[in-house]
């Protein structure tokens, strides 16, 4: 059974990796009936695979994507954790923005849960995607003249 303490090393390492375009080691981390709820695609994902192809449609938008932890907690088979996405904008994103070359960074908050091999089996998350969509002219600035 996986501790909270190996936990927390295994979603640090998650983070580590997938800076560096590791998605082999989302495949090692997430269980085959592995669902993400919500947020990033603003839709449910189901198995690695599908996370995978969310993961690249973001890389593909911001190929320096970085993902920084700013706070994480483990408890049993629950990690929480908030950090700061950033990249620069210069690729399609979610077929919604064209590249715009802006560099971006937005806040997000993820909670996992991990079952007894150390694998996610499930994902909730909430992104800031008022401040991202703000920051790429989709949705104009509280207080932004209209025009």
Not at 26 to 35: G, H, K, P, S
Not at 56 to 84: H, M, Y
Not at 86 to 101: I, L, R, Y
Not at 112 to 137: A, K, P
Request: aromatic share 12%; net charge negative.
């Amino acid at each position: 059974m996986a501790t909270a303490a190996q936990n927390r090393v295994n979603i640090i390492k998650l983070y580590d990796e997938t800076n560096k375009g590791n998605i082999e080691f989302l495949r090692e981390m997430l269980a085959d009936d592995f669902v993400s709820y919500g947020g990033a695609g603003f839709q449910d994902i189901h198995g690695p695979e599908g996370f995978i192809q969310l993961y690249n449609s973001f890389v593909t938008a911001f190929p320096d994507l970085k993902f920084d932890v700013q706070q994480l907690v483990c408890e049993d088979k629950w990690a929480a954790v908030r950090g700061i996405q950033s990249g620069t904008h210069k690729g399609n994103f979610m077929g919604m923005v064209p590249p715009t070359g802006i560099k971006v960074e937005w806040s997000g908050t993820a909670i996992f849960r991990i079952n007894d091999q150390g694998q996610i089996v499930e994902r909730w998350q909430d992104l800031d995607n008022l401040s991202l969509f703000q920051q790429l002219g989709v949705i104009p600035k509280f207080g932004a003249a209209q025009g």
